[in-house]
């Protein structure tokens, strides 16, 4: 009997080339010395974008922010590994950190509105930007304002394999608590301090080809560590 597969994917680094989100402060906002008290552990992840939110000129409109990040390269084969995804009965949902004033323009320029996201929002009121962090969880000390342990836990069955693929810092967590880890750059140096088991990827069409091997040979099993941090996890929430 086939299994349930859902599968969880990162955006800023992972899904585009390069971070979005800061590269918007850097070019509009004030990217530091909030980076960098967020890296030493100064600062925790919600200050963090309180902070360079607060930052963007009050001028900026939703608009030239949407045009700004449609500038930006995203990975090649990403909307075919979605469409392999659909066509192989795999859910597929994007978790990030980052914000849908720029993510949402950018999936309907792909032609993929209709994947589901678990991401931040950004508002503007009178006093200027502010964002709200619907996925935050005050029982998880991760660096992602919007927790990806608590979307993969929302967003999927007990039984599911649980698919992870990322790049960076705010990942961390939702490694720790898939069956399956596809990472790259910092996430994977994290993977293998940790010692959790993990695929190297460049492109999508590497994903795409592991998981059809996977496939084949019917891999597609529940990492025991994984599953019991899931389990806490759920127990705890």
């Known amino acids: 009997?086939?299994?349930?597969?859902?599968?969880?994917?990162?955006?800023?680094?992972?899904?585009?080339?390069?971070?979005?989100?800061?590269?918007l402060f850097m070019d509009f906002g004030e990217f530091e010395p909030w980076h960098s008290l967020l890296k030493s552990g100064e600062m925790n992840i919600s200050d963090y974008w309180h902070k360079v939110i607060a930052s963007l000129p009050s001028e900026l409109t939703f608009e030239q922010i949407a045009d700004y990040a449609l500038k930006f390269?995203?990975?090649?084969?990403?909307?075919?590994?979605?469409?392999?995804?659909?066509?192989?009965?795999?859910?597929?949902?994007?978790?990030?950190?980052?914000?849908?004033?720029?993510?949402?323009?950018?999936?309907h320029k792909l032609g993929l509105p209709d994947?589901?996201?678990?991401?931040?929002?950004?508002?503007?009121?009178?006093?200027?930007?502010?964002?709200?962090?619907?996925?935050?969880?005050?029982?998880?000390?991760?660096?992602?304002?919007?927790?990806?342990?608590?979307?993969i836990l929302v967003n999927s069955a007990p039984d599911d394999i649980i698919i992870f693929i990322g790049d960076g810092y705010s990942d961390y967590c939702a490694a720790e608590h898939s069956d399956i880890v596809f990472a790259k750059k910092h996430l994977a140096a994290y993977c293998n301090k940790q010692r959790i088991p993990h695929y190297p990827w460049s492109s999508f069409f590497d994903v795409q080809r592991l998981l059809i091997d996977i496939e084949k040979k019917n891999k597609f099993r529940r990492r025991h560590q994984a599953y019991l941090k899931r389990k806490k996890a759920f127990e705890m929430e």
Do not use: Q
């Open 1 to 23: 009997m086939k299994k349930n597969v859902s599968i969880f994917v990162d955006f800023d680094g992972t899904i585009s080339t390069e971070d979005i989100g800061d590269r």
């Open 73 to 107: 390269e995203i990975a090649p084969y990403f909307k075919r590994f979605a469409d392999y995804c659909r066509k192989s009965g795999y859910n597929l949902r994007i978790v990030s950190d980052g914000f849908d004033a720029y993510i949402v323009p950018i999936m």
């Open 115 to 151: 994947i589901p996201l678990s991401i931040n929002k950004l508002h503007k009121g009178d006093e200027g930007f502010y964002p709200e962090f619907p996925g935050a969880s005050e029982s998880c000390d991760c660096m992602s304002a919007s927790c990806k342990r608590n979307a």
